[in-house]
């Protein structure tokens, strides 16, 4: 634990980061030759979509997106660029590179609000070497661009009172994020909630929004509050008028919007798993406590049952990871074994909550927690259910957590033992997902 000012030298850990990501990445770019699904999906969605919007520049196409089911943000930028500079497609991956590099430094920047930057950096490397995060860097992919408007929007509001300015700033960072991904419309509960914070001077476990607002000031939060949610709202309705619904229509075809709730067993299933990584080191005494907290049990509880709902095993399942678990064992329809990590996910996230609180840090660890659940409620509605959608915002919910109530003195060796250990899983999946199939093609 420590700041809630950044520390002096988080520049020197921020350039780390930025040399390791593009240590990584840039090999990848100009070197590699082989087919991974980061490839395989490149060539047959993001590319031709692209090449086609710069084609018909600035005559574009919005409705047929070669079964993308996104927002068309991202291709946008892509595209014109490919148009104006006659950028070549190693060059429009070179242009998501360093997009995605922000996504790192502003993880990285939020939990040096709430811990030293040596702890900052070793709590990111996780994420930094999730081959999902890289991967979205390595091939034309738009994830890294939306989970940094998110991660931008997110921390801002758990680590600062509202402000009609940064409302407002808000307001256009979370239209930003819808144009690349519709499915970001969630951000606009932790946005309202804080507006409502400071305009009712609500108290959260004693930390208390800022001065009283006087009249002028209140009308101005009022006014950037209504612009920060109607400007969102517009971009989703333009492309909901566009589409005739949530999805392009030739995806809407093909796939009915949602997943029927089968992604939340999946959700806290990875967070009950990576969270394993994490928490020990959060609680502050002898791990052997944890079994007398009943409030540790019945968040396990809470969660379990949660998971136990949905039933992830069936004849119509979402493409993704269901399909492969349903070789695991079945019982009633319910896929058995995201249920022991599921009821995990709940005991960790409440050791963290718990750990933040004794930190003296409840507001921003709410604030958190209702960006992950609001998160987890808006991927029902996604179309498939695939982990690369879900262990980056993840990751990014149990660092923020983890950060805001890391206990100093006695746990270090807990702390540095689980980020050693998920360091080197990362490394592993990175390595059988990415480097191998890339470098060493069958």
Known sequence: MQPDNPPADWRRWAAALAGIYFVLVFPVLFLAHGMTDEAGDQQSYHEP????????????????THGLAMTPGYYLLMAAIKHYFSASILELRVVTAL??????????????????????????????????????????????VWLALVALALGTTAVHPASPARIFGLGIVTM????????????????????????????????????????????????????????PMAVLWYFYRLWGGLLPPQVAQAHPVGNGFKIVPVILALTGFLGLFFAPAAWDGPLKNLLKDWRVWAA?????LVAVVPRTAGHQDPSGMLVELQKTPVAFDRILGLLPFAALAGGV?????????????????????????????????????????????????????????LPSGNNRKRFWIGMSALVAVQLVMLVVKIYRPAFFPH
Not at 54 to 64: E, F, I, Q, S, T
Not at 389 to 399: A, G, R, S, V, Y
């Open 300 to 304: 396990s509880a809470l969660a379990l």
């Open 99 to 144: 997009l995605g590099l922000p996504l790192i430094l502003v993880v990285f920047r939020f939990c040096c609000q709430w811990t030293t930057a040596v702890t900052a950096f070793v709590l990111c490397l996780p994420f930094l070497l999730s081959s999902f995060v890289l991967g979205s860097s390595m091939w034309l992919r738009s994830d890294n």
């Open 49 to 64: 979509f692209i090449v086609q919007l710069a084609a018909d520049w600035p005559h574009v196409d919005l409705v047929n």
């Open 176 to 231: 930003l994020a819808i144009s690349v991904r519709q499915i970001c419309i969630w951000l606009l509960a932790p946005l309202a909630l804080s507006s409502f914070l400071e305009l009712f001077y609500a108290r959260l476990s004693g930390s208390s929004a800022s001065d009283p607002p006087g009249p002028r000031r209140s009308a101005g939060l009022i006014l950037a509050m209504l612009f920060a949610v109607a400007a």
């Open 349 to 405: 996230v409440m050791i963290l909550f718990l750990a933040a609180v004794r930190a003296g840090r409840t507001r921003a660890a709410c604030f958190v927690l209702l960006g992950f659940a609001s998160w987890s409620a808006a991927m029902t509605a996604n179309v498939y259910v695939l982990r690369r959608h879900c262990e980056p915002f993840i990751l990014l919910t149990l660092i923020w957590l983890t950060a805001l109530g």
